[in-house]
């Protein structure tokens, strides 16, 4: 478990959680009571096509998954 999904404890609303140091971007999903998974990276010091290591979504996707409206959809 993601030492940050501590925050999202007794929080069944809680479906994504926001990770940041302010260069770096990880969003990421609940994929059940108490799992999150990384769903998007982003790095805004070195925008990449891919990040093959982390094997999530990218920059566009991060982007609007941080929006309010946006909803994890099913793979």
């Known amino acids: 478990m993601l030492i940050v999904a501590g925050y999202a404890d007794g929080k069944s609303a ?3 959680l926001i990770v940041t140091d302010g260069i770096r ?3 990421y999903i609940r994929q059940g009571v108490e799992d999150f998974s990384l769903y998007a990276y982003m790095n805004l010091a070195r925008l990449m096509e891919s990040y093959p290591v982390y094997e999530c979504e990218v920059a566009k996707d991060a ?3 941080m929006a309010p409206e946006w909803r994890a959809t099913a793979p």
């Open 25 to 27: 971007y990880g969003i």
């Open 63 to 65: 982007l609007l998954a």
């Open 14 to 16: 809680c479906h994504r």
